[in-house]
């Protein structure tokens, strides 16, 4: 599943929840599928995360790789 698609999905269990309309049942399930849903959408930022490296043009000429500064949440 994509990222975007995910994403998608658990802001839609998460309007689900807010509504206040479903038994605590149907509560409990929601929590599971945006549980996984947030847990997927995390592995699949953390994946693009690591992806990311930048180009940096050493002094002869040829190319290394630098890996992308990432923010932290205290940033």
Known sequence: ?????ALT???GV???MESGDLPLE???AKYEEGMA???ACQQKLAEA???IQQLEKAAGGELKLKPF???????
Do not use: C
């Open 9 to 11: 999905k658990l802001e």
């Open 49 to 51: 995360e690591l992806k």
């Open 69 to 75: 500064p990432l923010e932290t949440a205290e940033d």
């Open 26 to 28: 149907s509560l409990i």
């Open 37 to 39: 849903l947030a847990k």
């Open 1 to 5: 599943m994509a990222f975007e698609e």
């Open 14 to 16: 998460v309007e689900s």
